[in-house]
């Protein structure tokens, strides 16, 4: 070692302790390579009677010095934080694993038990990952509380290794008596993709301590998101989730807003540049509508989200009393929509809630639909990394029909969804009671399909308006009778399939007719009918308006029948 170098640690000592058993070495920008190099490091190690944490990062180290290193820590059995990140700049890929395995072994000689182990920024790939996987094993960890690997470069391969060695650890900590409880876990831009990622969330859900999940930037799209959402919902203590830079879609936006329905602690979501979008906006928002109690962030940006959702999540986070932030940048608000997110923030004295608007990419083409990531069709055929999950399920439900259903379905019912007529409809008399199973919440699109069915049979002739607006009524009295998140989505695909939003994917819209809206004005003015479902479709139609140019006398009478309603004051 250089007598400069020396000179340069020996000056550092004097500084290395931080507190009552740190020892920091942190930034100094040391090259590490041998034994001689470290051995005024490891003396001052050996000399830390209760060392407690090590921070050696920002030094690059060499496979001899950590072997000297590690010697070191074998009799350190109080060691509980490595903060290690930043450590093998400019070092062979096949040094890194040795290294880490010698300073692994180091610290199980002693019998730590470690409750903090970061190694973020270091690019060390999947045998990055192998060098700790019998540390992460061990008993050594079965008190780790932060686990940081960012920016480590570990891909699929990595995270599946990263799972297994967690899921391992977990078991042998409950069959010790005392199960691992890991609270915070990072591990942003990794490309873990949905492999990596379904991989890990089998560990998340099995141990199900986590309070905050940082996992941006890892080509994740929605076959991911969805695994990830059933892992998150088993984490009740979870407060921190940040996804950012990942592709929801629509399926990814709606698995993670169910999921988050079933959390009360949450206070920080970064869902931005994730391709949320309107519909899966719309569906977040119902979950902020009626749960997130203690919600203080929430970041939508670049999600290509249009006025009228971004409208929905602003009015369903003014009621929030400890929200701070809500930021939407970025979307395709368009001018008058910015200026528009900003007054009805103002009108409820939130304006400081709002972040800025000023990277927003104004109006997209009208003709311009909503297409899934590319991924989604190699990702469906790949549905087994969904297994177990509820939404999964539920999503495999809209792509077939419901064949047990009919079986016990009136041959009169099936006629009749299949080619809707008034004359049937008077037919059926009581047996449209079997009309229910037909608008199940699994298949929303289907719902919306039946039901949009029956509006168009209106007529002003009172036999049949009458069957037709009581039939509108039972069917959509059941589909808003479930949580704020079944209605929401249930809502979102009638208006996407009415033409009123715009919707992800190539939807096949209905031939739009004045009775299904003047069903909708009926219906609005039903108790059954919830002031915010009566929010949410105006907010929705006043900003599309055109998209009913052809009936343009049935929606005056709807729009008036919703401000009506919105302003009605339970």
């Not at 009552?20 to 390579?33: I, P, R, T």
């Not at 899934?372 to 069709?377: K, L, M, S, V």
């Not at 739009?512 to 009926?522: D, I, K, N, T, Y």
Request: charge should be negative; aromatic fraction near 4%; glycine fraction near 8%.
């Amino acid at each position: 070692m250089a007598s400069d170098d020396i000179a340069e640690l020996v000056d550092s000592l004097a500084n290395t302790h931080v507190g009552d058993g740190e020892l920091s070495f942190k930034g100094l920008g040391l090259k590490l390579d041998n034994a001689e190099s470290v051995e005024e490091l490891v003396q001052e190690i050996e000399q830390c009677q209760d060392l407690r944490a090590l921070r050696l990062e920002g030094n690059t180290l060499g496979v001899e010095a950590a072997v000297a290193i590690a010697q070191a820590l074998e009799s350190k059995h109080w060691l509980q934080c490595c903060y290690w990140s930043d450590l093998f700049t400019g070092r062979l890929r096949s040094e890194i694993p040795k290294a880490l395995e010698s300073l692994s072994s180091g610290i199980m000689m002693a019998g730590a038990r470690l409750t903090v182990l970061d190694l973020s920024d270091n690019a060390f790939g999947p045998d990055g990952v192998r060098g700790i996987q019998q540390l992460l094993k061990s008993p050594t960890c079965h008190t780790l509380k932060e686990l940081r690997l960012n920016n480590c470069g570990m891909g699929i391969g990595g995270g599946k290794i990263l799972a297994e060695a967690l899921m391992e650890c977990h078991r042998s900590s409950v069959t010790a008596g005392a199960a691992l409880k890991l609270r915070i876990f990072v591990a942003g831009r990794n490309r873990l993709e949905n492999e990596g990622s379904s991989a890990l969330a089998k560990a998340f859900q099995l141990m199900g301590s986590l309070e905050e999940v940082h996992m941006p930037q890892n080509g994740i799209n929605y076959a991911g998101v969805i695994t990830l959402a059933s892992a998150i919902r088993h984490n009740s203590e979870l407060r921190v989730l940040n996804l950012n830079d990942n592709t929801f879609t629509k399926r990814g936006t709606l698995a993670m807003a169910q999921a988050l329905g079933h959390l009360r602690n949450v206070q920080v979501i970064n869902f931005g540049d994730c391709l949320v979008r309107c519909e899966g906006a719309i569906a977040l928002a119902a979950v902020l509508r009626e749960g997130l109690p203690i919600l203080k962030e929430l970041n939508l940006s670049f999600g290509e989200i249009k006025e009228a959702a971004a409208l929905v999540v602003a009015q369903a986070v003014m009621d929030k009393p400890y929200m701070e932030k809500v930021d939407l940048n970025g979307n395709f608000l368009g001018e008058d929509g910015c200026e528009g997110l900003r007054e009805a923030m103002e009108s409820q004295d939130k304006a400081v809630m709002l972040a800025s608007l000023s990277d927003d990419e104004g109006e997209p083409d009208d003709d311009d639909d909503d297409d899934d990531d590319n991924d989604e069709g190699e990702a469906a055929a790949n549905d087994d990394c969904c297994n177990g999950e509820e939404f999964g399920k539920e999503n495999a439900l809209l792509e077939k029909e419901d064949s047990s259903s009919k079986c016990h379905c009136p041959d009169e019912v099936l006629s009749f969804v299949a080619c809707p007529s008034a004359e049937k409809l008077l037919q059926l008399g009581e047996m449209t009671r079997h009309l229910l199973p037909e608008v199940d919440m699994t298949n929303p699109h289907k719902a919306a399909d039946v039901l949009l069915k029956v509006a168009s049979l209106y007529s002003e002739k009172p036999v049949i308006q009458t069957a037709v607006l009581e039939t509108f009524d039972m069917l959509l009295k059941k589909l808003l009778s479930g949580s704020a998140f079944q209605a929401y989505t249930f809502l979102s695909t009638l208006l996407v399939l009415m033409g009123i939003l715009r919707g992800e994917g190539k939807t096949k819209k209905v031939p739009l007719v004045a009775g299904q809206l003047l069903c909708l004005e009926h219906a609005v003015q039903q108790d059954y009918f919830a002031q915010h479902h009566a929010s949410l479709i105006h907010i929705v139609l006043s900003k599309n308006r055109d998209a009913l140019n052809l009936c343009s006398s049935s929606m005056e009478r709807l729009s008036s029948a919703l401000e009506k309603r919105c302003l009605y004051q339970h």
